[in-house]
């Protein structure tokens, strides 16, 4: 996760301790609370802090979990184009760890990708890419867009070609050739009798060489990824799916070969590997295009990550540079609305900072000199200097390694086609050879024998059984698409149906992740004027009030004046509003703060540290703290100290407000919660799954769902990396998926078994995630549940069909009263029945 030596970091999730005093009393520390009662809660598997430190070093440095991987060692995340299954994962492993300079490699299917570490001064990223590309396979950087559209463009190639050669090939059997083997009715004896001569005649034989050729060109060009997968299969001993296909095909085209070069009037059965590997790819296809569609949905998700930083030179001018520019100490300005590039610390400059995206947490902090801030963050209200830390990395982009990391490890699960495979593929080799030893033994014929054990293996082909889970797949996605839900995986549908535990996030998830006001109790005029006293704020606090204005209360007013107003945590968590210097803002306000120029119905400002205060259309008013009514001398009611002490209780931000000398009510601001979110959890509750709330923001601001029935349990003030790590200590508990929608979440999500992610959310939390909820409605959660279910009773309709049709066919084959043109026909019928009933919608 990080570069921090285990024995000093958190027990957790290994983040730095130092200056951090949080321990549970044993030899374990924490980087904060929340990882303390994660560990408390779900760390009883674990004898103690030595215990986990020991295990995590074994993976690192050799042991029985893990190769060997040394410090000097490079981790490079590759994308890999046509891993589809859990045997491309062990060989894509297999081949790369057999790389010079590799250490250890993990891939996982569901994510495309590929991690290897490596020795740079042996080989390199590009080598690395080589020596994984072939047989198929395209490996390349997880940000090369470039490589990804070449991938998608040779698909789309290969299949046309497929489609065009075969209707090319195809028309030749329909006139030519189905006509002498079925004697067909509309062409008349005379002209059935010229193509039989013809077929038996050298002019015969050239033409069964062309479709021969033609066939070549669909088997190897079209069918490269069937064929790939079959030699992948057999390599790792795992059959699957694409070996049946591909064995079926393969016969079709040996045999149909073998009978042009040997027999004079030969049967071939070229349409048959036509179909088989046609048919397969389009259906395959299919479910890809569905995907494609589905993401393009996310086009506008933002992204977070920076690529360049406002450097400062020795004389204070600035430069724009590059990330990798930046070396340790030096000096970058950040203005307002800017995210922070690297990790630092502040050495010039007051502001708040928003954390969000990074930690969590939903309310900005105010940094000032000497306080450390994250790379990522984002700086709400006026400038801050920072200074490059020693690393010159970004939290953000530890968290996007992070989340990388995690995908390579996530392993997919054997889809159950291919489960069915391992066991189908032997038997019906088993009965082919039979079926052809057997009408051998009985004095035959080699050719019978060989046309026997051919049309077993024919009317064994799984098109049916390979458009089964493609097709159910497909259908479920396109059913989610319809609702505003994004599945980036098929394998989700096989995965979230046995789901033991759902964790949420709460910032931006259970809630909207925005700050508006909650609820207030002053009138709408005294509310109006403070509207306009918060118009001039940057502050997320300031807008959420200034944004409450009655639309016929108060006056309104022009953005020629910014006030500059933060929120912290004081001592023992306490949320408290404290105003910045108004002048860093450039609000316009003369050094004193007050003579507001030229703005109408404000005649004075003038910020504080806790707030803000300002005449108004001729009323003064005060904006804030309690203590800042205090300390200009004004009243603050008994009630309006309780309101503010019981909004603060439950993780909200009150701030009073009064006017002629006396605090008359308080504004509580905060984020809202969700619309349905407690059905939601409700529903998933009483379905038999876990609810879990798990947050990196205060626990005041958990406690609406630690009270909530449907909630067993409520983690809060946990950071990105601690998340993953509670998420792989419930995973083994049961079956765990992940719903979130930030990029502090997206290494949880990864982790999980299967991660949901609010569409409004980041691109990394989508990239991480199995699934993406667009309109973020917290009501589609159950739906994914829903639609994963009715996709898993149809995948098994589907192969339920497909062996139907195998268990007659393969008898009648067997005996010899199905040759393969009509085995050919019989399997184009099943196929036509699984593609009927996977079109019809799942829900």
Known sequence: MTDTNPADGCTLCELPVEGVDVS???????CCVGCRDVYDALGEVDVGAETVRETRQGKRDGGEDAPSVP?????????VDGMHCATCEAFIESVATRTEGVSATSASYVTDTVRIDHDPDVVSADELSEAVSGLGYSAYPRDDAFSRRQADNMATARLAAGVMVGMAVMLQYIVIIYPTYFAFPFYDERTLEFLNEAMSSASGTYFFIVIGILTTIVLLFTGKPILRGAYVSARTRSPNMDLLVAIAAVSAYLYSTLAVILLENPSVYYDVTIAIIVVVTVGNHYESSIKRRATELLSDLTTVQVDSARRLDATGDAETVALDALEPDDHVLVRTGERVPVDGEVVDGDAAVDEAVVTGESLPVRKSVGDAVVGGSVVADGALTVAVGPDATSSLDRIAELVWDLQSGNHGVQKLADRLATVFVPVVLVLAAAAAAVNLALGNGVGTALLVGLTVLIVSCPCALGLATPLAVAAGI?????????????????????????VFDKTGTLTTGEMEVIEHDVDDDLLGLAAVLESRSTHPVGRAIAA??????????????????????????????EAGDASDAGDGNDADGTGVNGSPGVDAFESHARGVSGVVEGVEVVVGHPDLFTERGWTVPASVRERVAAARDVGRVPVAVGRDGAAEGVVVV????????????TDLADSGVEVIVLTGDDARAATVFREHDAVSQVFAGVPPEGKAETVERLKRRGRTVMVGDGTNDAPALAAADLGIALGGGTAMAADAADVAVVDDDLGSIATVFELSRAAGRRVKGNIGWAFCYNAIAIPLALTGLLNPLFAAVAMGLSSLLVVTNSSRSLL
């Open 478 to 502: 396109r059913d989610a698409l319809r609702r505003s839900i994004v599945v980036f995986d098929g394998t989700v549908f096989e995965r979230i149906r046995d789901a033991d535990t759902v």
């Open 71 to 79: 410090a000097t060692h490079d981790a490079t995340f590759l994308e």
């Open 548 to 577: 409450a204005r009655p639309a016929t209360g108060g006056t309104s007013a022009d953005d020629g004046v910014t006030a500059t107003e933060g929120v912290t945590a004081t001592d023992g968590g306490t949320v408290t509003a």
């Open 670 to 681: 905060g984020d809202e919660l969700r619309e349905g979110w407690a059905g939601t959890l």
């Open 24 to 30: 549970d009393g044993e030899d374990n520390r924490f």
